[in-house]
DNA sequence: AAACAAACCAACCGCGTCAGG
DNA sequence: ACCTGACGCGGTTGGTTTGTT
């Protein structure tokens, strides 16, 4: 017995969403916010399926969502919590608020992968000749993960049991995708990117020559490219994203949920956890190359920090 | 200029989890 | 305790764009 479709595949609609589509999910959310998706092609009266609704909202429409370029930044807090987490994409994508899980994934799997990739082949010419040496490396880098591991989920459950501070860890995380959107602090700002959205919608209906076939892709671009129309990235990102904080902030420490992700971690270390390329060694060229590289920006100190839970200096 | 290949990414699918009845 | 429905997640697909021959 299979599990039934989430949605009567009769009448539903598939592919690429519309402008037209999208504006009327933009509004809907508006008006009730992100939630019940259910009821949400019901209401709305568009032919979607609610796992398409939200997820054209998740990854695509709602507020604070950087799009395009991954910074050199992020690609790094990529590979490192990709290391620590595997492939674990919402997780990854709670440390960078900016970008959707499904972004990432895809980044990884078009860019990063081939990158790390690289990277292996290189370690790989260089201890071609000796055995013994990537031995002592992969011990060691096994041992100091696993008291990273081991103290980040120590740490977390601390904070979770202090209840000194009950705000800071609901701050810290977007619960589960929800991205906080309607917590005391940013309900204001949620609408108003909301019309910001709809504003941007409704500029495009009114300057594209041939809305009906274009893309919802398409608006983005249009909307966000200089000679398109009204609006750049930046200014798109100065409109919406007056809450959002550039990085992790570097103090950030896990969660409850992710202690119990990384205590369950340790136990599967070698299959859960997925290392890059299932072996250790390129690890250890991966951060010798996050490392050096850090070196030059203090940021990358912060990434450090804050995927490690400020442990690297005990540890080193 | 056309054909083909590779890269990219939005969207879909199916499974796991969890809350409510 | 069990069942069911809703949601979230990760893997995968397929259409589009870009690059190469």
Redesign the pocket.
Known sequence: M?????CDKVGV?????TPEEDIILVSYIQEHGP????SVPTNTGLL?C???C???WT??LRPGIK??NFSDHEEKMIIHLQALLG?????IASYLPQRT???I???W???LKKKLKKLQTGLDDNTRDGFSGSQQISKGQWERRLQTDIHMARQALCEALSLENPNNLSDLKPS???YSYMSTTQTSTYASSTENISRLLKGWMKNSPKSSKT????ITDQNFSNNGAQTSPDDFEILLFDFESPTPDASQSVSPDEAVNFSQDISHFQDESKPILGSEAPLSLLEKWLFDEGVAQGQEEDLIEASLGGTAAELF
């Open positions: 299979g599990r039934p479709p989430c609609k598939k592919g690429p969403w939630g019940n998706w259910r979607r609610s796992k398409s939200r997820l054209r990854n695509y799009r395009g492939n674990r994409w919402a997780a899980d499904n972004d994934k895809n980044y799997n078009t860019h589960n995708g929800c893309t919802s892709s398409e």
